[in-house]
């Protein structure tokens, strides 16, 4: 069974940086792609970026390109979401996911899912 708990989400002001940790237990790298996903109120759940299992790769949603990176600690099995230059529209409750494809950018591929943890961007 694979677990994931997500934390670093917090309050920053408009252009401010932070960084969401996941932390993971239960898969091996080679066997789960992870993902960020976040939602906002009354919207659906919408793909922020994923990593490859093997290999590195990423792959991100437009709004994050240059701004966000995900990164992987193999070593100790967290996942990171570094954030940079904040947005007013980048506030949701931001999930972490694994699943088997990380080119995957829909909620439903994806099989495990951490609590969340919320981001409000102050503009």
């Known amino acids: 069974q694979v677990q994931l708990e997500e934390s670093g989400g917090g309050l920053v002001q408009a252009g401010g940086s932070l960084r969401l940790s996941c932390a993971t237990s239960g898969r091996t790298v080679s066997s789960y792609a992870m993902a960020w996903f976040r939602q906002a109120p009354g919207k659906g759940r919408e793909f922020v970026a994923s990593i490859s299992g093997r290999f590195g790769r990423t792959n991100y949603v437009d709004s994050a390109k240059g701004r966000f990176t995900i990164s992987e600690d193999d070593a100790n099995d967290i996942v990171y979401l570094q954030m940079n230059n904040l947005k007013s529209e980048d506030t949701a409750v931001y999930y972490c996911?694994?699943?088997?494809?990380?080119?995957?950018?829909?909620?439903?591929?994806?099989?495990?899912w951490g609590q969340g943890t919320q981001v409000t961007v102050s503009s």
């Open positions: 996911a694994a699943g088997p494809r990380y080119l995957a950018t829909v909620p439903h591929d994806y099989d495990y």
